[in-house]
T-cell receptor
Framework: GESVGLHLPTLSVQEGDNSIINCAYS??????FIWYKQESGKGPQFIID?????DKRQGQRVTVLLNKTVKHLSLQIAATQPGDSAVYFC????????????FGQGTRLTINP | DGGITQSPKYLFRKEGQNVTLSCEQN?????MYWYRQDPGQGLRLIYY???????QKGDIAEGYSVSREKKESFPLTVTSAQKNPTAFYLC??????????FGPGTRLTVL
């Protein structure tokens, strides 16, 4: 079956540095990928998405990169701030007749002052 | 959280009881979803519905039931057949091929 995984379960960065969160996916037929941010006790918050016909997409302070050759997805956060502390999930939309997301385990991002 | 509401925020269930979790959205989204999240883990799909009066099982549907009588509402019932129901339950909705947007969640605890 399809699966989405993460290279690192935790990531600690200095405030002001850039953060890079990685994700591997296994289903080469997936055509849509989403990054979510989840703070403790809250629902996931949509950050940015990318379709398989693109390899890069930028938002406000965030960039998502997609490498279909090695089935790898990354989220880059520029100038990391304390408010960026959260668990970040990548999700893969498996096209099986309906939009169905498969989530990775998540990466916890902590910011050091 | 957008226009998705879930209630209650916390719910306690005695063994053998059925409980129903509410999910309402005013985003005019066609599709709605229910996920379960266990501590330190990702989300797993329970049920989803693409249109009114239609729904499909997700990866972990056993012990759960849903209905979709209105576009705005997608309640989830956790039945006594669900042997380990303690978890954080998340509802989401989407339109077309766009992203899913999540509600604030309901934390269910079995006493």
């Amino acid at each position: 079956g399809e699966s989405v995984g993460l290279h690192l379960p935790t990531l600690s960065v200095q405030e002001g540095d850039n953060s890079i969160i990685n994700c591997a996916y296994s289903n080469s037929a997936s055509d849509y990928f989403i990054w979510y941010k989840q703070e403790s006790g809250k629902g996931p918050q949509f950050i940015i998405d990318i379709r398989s016909n693109m390899d890069k997409r930028q938002g406000q302070r965030v960039t998502v990169l997609l490498n279909k050759t090695v089935k790898h997805l990354s989220l880059q956060i520029a100038a990391t701030q304390p408010g960026d502390s959260a668990v970040y999930f990548c999700a893969e939309n498996v096209v099986q007749g309906a939009q169905k997301l498969v989530f990775g385990q998540g990466t916890r991002l902590t910011i050091n002052p | 959280d957008g226009g998705i509401t879930q209630s209650p925020k916390y719910l306690f269930r005695k063994e053998g009881q059925n409980v129903t979790l509410s999910c309402e959205q005013n985003l005019n989204h066609d599709a709605m979803y229910w996920y379960r999240q266990d501590p330190g883990q990702g989300l797993r799909l329970i049920y989803y519905s693409q249109i009114v009066n239609d729904f499909q099982k997700g990866d972990i549907a056993e012990g759960y039931s849903v209905s979709r009588e209105k576009k705005e509402s997608f309640p989830l019932t956790v039945t006594s057949a669900q042997k380990n129901p303690t978890a954080f339950y998340l509802c989401a909705s989407s339109i077309g091929t766009g992203p899913q947007y999540f509600g604030p969640g309901t934390r269910l605890t079995v006493l």
